[in-house]
T-cell receptor
Framework: KQEVTQIPAALSVPEGENLVLNCSFT??????LQWFRQDPGKGLTSLLL?????REQTSGRLNASLDKSSGRSTLYIAASQPGDSATYLC?????????FGKGTSLLVTP | NAGVTQTPKFQVLKTGQSMTLQCAQD?????MSWYRQDPGMGLRLIHY???????DQGEVPNGYNVSRSTTEDFPLRLLSAAPSQTSVYFC??????????????FGPGTRLTVL
């Protein structure tokens, strides 16, 4: 079974910093990789979807990259804000299900 | 569009009771699925459907039943609730019957406690 790992499990940064969240997966035969945001007690909000043929996707201050050969994806957040505080989940899709990592809990302090 | 909706938001059951968690989407999505989220375990797939009348099992299907009689609705039935089914349940959908290319959209979740 595909294993998806997210490091670090928790991260605290001061407002304004640029930061990188990491996601690794064991099997490179994926169709796509999706990054989600989850606020406490809420559902998952899709941030970015990267197809297996793509190297990166950008949305506003977010940039996600994908390196299938090394089994890695990163989510780059520029100029972090307190409103970015949430848990960020990556999930790979290699069939009819998403395999999720356990998430990185991000706290951006004013 | 309301997107993916789930009811109820919260539910408390006693061991052995049965109930149905409702999920609906108004985006004409072919693919729908149910996940459960547990601390330390992440999200795990329970059942999924690639279209009306077609369902299949995911990673943790035991104790749950599903059916898909319409494109819009995908209810999840707990046959005889057990404390191990205490969890947060999420429904998700995507446009294509093969989710390998599509963004998946999640509902707000149902928080279930089984006593």
């Amino acid at each position: 079974k595909q294993e998806v790992t997210q490091i670090p499990a928790a991260l605290s940064v001061p407002e304004g910093e640029n930061l990188v969240l990491n996601c690794s997966f064991t099997d490179s035969a994926i169709y796509n990789l999706q990054w989600f945001r989850q606020d406490p007690g809420k559902g998952l909000t899709s941030l970015l979807l990267i197809q297996s043929s793509q190297r990166e996707q950008t949305s506003g201050r977010l940039n996600a990259s994908l390196d299938k050969s090394s089994g890695r994806s990163t989510l780059y957040i520029a100029a972090s804000q307190p409103g970015d505080s949430a848990t960020y989940l990556c999930a790979e899709n290699s069939g009819y299900a998403l395999n999720f990592g356990k998430g990185t809990s991000l706290l951006v302090t004013p | 569009n309301a997107g993916v909706t789930q009811t109820p938001k919260f539910q408390v059951l006693k061991t052995g009771q049965s109930m149905t968690l409702q999920c609906a989407q108004d985006m004409n999505h072919e693919y729908m699925s149910w996940y459960r989220q547990d601390p330390g375990m992440g999200l795990r797939l329970i059942h999924y459907s690639v279209g009306a009348g077609i369902t299949d099992q995911g990673e943790v299907p035991n104790g749950y039943n599903v059916s898909r009689s319409t494109t819009e609705d995908f209810p999840l039935r707990l046959l005889s609730a057990a404390p191990s089914q205490t969890s947060v349940y999420f429904c998700a959908s995507s446009y294509s019957s093969s989710p390998s290319t599509d963004t998946q959209y999640f509902g707000p979740g149902t928080r279930l406690t089984v006593l």
